[in-house]
């Protein structure tokens, strides 16, 4: 090793000796997989897993948690899901930090947040429903956060990019947000990206879905839904008491589509491939091109849909995953604040879930 390798591991930040965490995962899919793998890393060693579940079976025996295997294994074996169990083993941990880790987008799971935090247990979450849910789900996890609950909500916009602590931090310093746009979905940056009519949209969104970067239901992305709720995170961090129905809300999901299952959806998915195919042509004549943008201005009016954007526009600059938040607030006013990199995809979202984790010892 050189010297400078030896000196940077000597200085790499390690958890302190007397601290370590119980924790329970819930979601073992593209997510929760990943993170799997991280409690595996060295950086995760202060961290134990005594619980994980998927939405039908779960695992507190502790060899059968260190089975590199568990998630495959989980898939046939286990216990029926219940979560008294999972809580049970966190108690019996004997932990002094206790930690459920929602990487599920399980809205009666989220429901349940604000139950754990009240009964001490720390909560880090991928899961938008209940932070980008109804407002006043909102308003009963700021008052169990107001109580000493600790919520760790970095996966939930931009999956992981310091978009709320920014935000955090300026209102902390007395800045107030006024303006917020960018793109806020990884999987609709990644099809917009790429799309230039030379490959029908379905198949890239197959792609998009194949790498991990679209919601379990595709259609959640497609919708507008999975953007409108980062919207409704971010709006509600930096003050504005929104209203999920104070976002207007473009879909991208044909109406026959809307209704089917995932797997009819899935089988037709060749119908999308008509109309954009016609908004990217006429976009491409006028020398634009398209976006999915989420906007909120200084009125609270938000609105988050397909634009099509001039050549040159900041929503064109982006690659592969790419997310684009730009904050304009009351002192950085003359230019926005931007925050700008991957926002979908299985290791940077784990990685903020155990950033989350760490951040509690
Ligand atoms: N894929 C990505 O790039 C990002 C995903 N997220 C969020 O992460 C969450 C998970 O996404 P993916 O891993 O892609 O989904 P996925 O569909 O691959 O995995 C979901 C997992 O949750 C489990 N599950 C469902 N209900 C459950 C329940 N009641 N109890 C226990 N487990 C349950 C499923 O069995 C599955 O293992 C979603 O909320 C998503 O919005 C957030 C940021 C980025
Ligand atoms: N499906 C989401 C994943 C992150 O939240 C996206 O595409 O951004």
Same mark, same amino acid.
């Given at each position: 090793?050189?010297?400078?390798?030896?000196?940077?591991?000597?200085?790499?930040?390690?958890?302190?000796? @007397? @601290?370590?965490?119980?924790?329970?995962?819930?979601?073992? *899919?593209?997510?929760?997989?990943?993170? /799997?793998?991280?409690?595996?890393?060295?950086?995760?060693?202060?961290?134990?897993?005594?619980?994980?579940?998927?939405?039908?079976?779960? %695992?507190?025996?502790?060899? %059968?948690?260190?089975?590199?295997?568990? $998630?495959?294994?989980? $898939?046939?074996?286990?216990?029926?899901?219940?979560?008294?169990?999972?809580?049970?083993?966190?108690?019996? @941990?004997?932990?002094?930090? +206790?930690?459920?880790?929602?990487?599920?987008?399980?809205?009666?799971?989220?429901?349940?947040?604000?139950?754990?935090?009240?009964?001490?247990?720390?909560?880090?979450?991928?899961?938008?429903?209940?932070?980008?849910?109804?407002?006043?789900?909102?308003?009963?996890?700021?008052?169990?956060?107001?109580?000493?609950? $600790?919520?760790?909500?970095?996966?939930?916009?931009?999956?992981?990019?310091?978009?709320?602590?920014?935000? +955090?931090?300026?209102?902390?310093?007395?800045?107030?947000?006024?303006?917020?746009?960018?793109?806020?979905?990884?999987?609709?940056?990644?099809?917009?990206?790429?799309?230039?009519?030379?490959?029908?949209?379905?198949?890239?969104?197959?792609?998009?879905?194949? $790498?991990?970067?679209?919601?379990?239901?595709?259609?959640?992305?497609?919708? *507008?839904?999975?953007?409108?709720?980062?919207? /409704?995170?971010?709006?509600?961090?930096?003050?504005?008491?929104?209203?999920?129905?104070?976002?207007?809300?473009? @879909?991208?999901?044909?109406?026959?589509? +809307?209704?089917?299952?995932?797997?009819?959806?899935?089988?037709?998915?060749?119908?999308?491939?008509?109309?954009?195919?016609?908004?990217?042509?006429?976009?491409?004549?006028?020398?634009?091109?398209?976006?999915?943008?989420?906007?909120?201005?200084?009125?609270? +009016?938000?609105?988050?849909?397909?634009?099509?954007?001039?050549?040159?526009?900041?929503?064109?600059?982006?690659?592969?995953?790419?997310? %684009?938040?730009?904050?304009?607030?009351?002192?950085?006013?003359?230019?926005?604040?931007?925050?700008?990199?991957?926002?979908?995809?299985?290791?940077?979202?784990?990685?903020?879930?155990? *950033?989350?984790?760490?951040?509690?010892?």
């Amino acid at each position: 090793m050189s010297a400078v390798l030896a000196a940077e591991a000597a200085s790499a930040p390690k958890p302190r000796a @007397s @601290s370590s965490a119980a924790v329970v995962l819930l979601g073992t *899919g593209v997510v929760g997989g990943a993170f /799997l793998k991280l409690l595996n890393t060295p950086a995760a060693a202060a961290l134990r897993l005594v619980g994980a579940a998927n939405s039908r079976r779960q %695992q507190t025996d502790p060899a %059968q948690l260190a089975d590199r295997a568990l $998630r495959e294994k989980l $898939r046939g074996q286990g216990d029926a899901r219940d979560d008294a169990a999972l809580l049970a083993a966190l108690d019996a @941990s004997g932990a002094a930090v +206790r930690v459920i880790v929602d990487a599920t987008a399980s809205a009666p799971l989220a429901s349940r947040h604000v139950e754990w935090l009240a009964r001490g247990y720390h909560v880090v979450t991928a899961n938008k429903a209940l932070a980008g849910g109804d407002l006043p789900g909102w308003r009963a996890l700021q008052g169990a956060v107001a109580q000493g609950g $600790r919520y760790g909500d970095s996966a939930t916009v931009g999956a992981g990019l310091p978009v709320l602590s920014t935000l +955090r931090r300026l209102r902390g310093c007395g800045d107030a947000l006024l303006t917020l746009e960018g793109v806020f979905s990884g999987s609709l940056s990644y099809l917009f990206n790429q799309y230039d009519g030379s490959r029908p949209f379905s198949a890239l969104l197959l792609e998009a879905r194949e $790498r991990g970067y679209t919601e379990p239901d595709p259609r959640s992305d497609l919708s *507008g839904e999975d953007v409108a709720r980062k919207l /409704l995170i971010l709006a509600r961090n930096a003050g504005f008491a929104l209203r999920p129905d104070e976002v207007e809300v473009e @879909s991208l999901v044909p109406e026959p589509l +809307r209704g089917v299952d995932v797997d009819a959806f899935l089988a037709r998915l060749a119908e999308l491939d008509e109309p954009l195919a016609a908004r990217h042509a006429a976009a491409k004549a006028r020398g634009g091109a398209l976006r999915f943008l989420a906007r909120l201005n200084q009125r609270g +009016r938000a609105r988050v849909g397909l634009v099509e954007v001039p050549a040159g526009h900041p929503a064109t600059r982006l690659y592969g995953t790419d997310n %684009q938040f730009a904050l304009t607030t009351t002192r950085y006013n003359t230019q926005p604040l931007v925050i700008q990199g991957p926002g979908a995809g299985p290791e940077v979202t784990a990685q903020a879930l155990l *950033g989350d984790v760490l951040a509690l010892l």
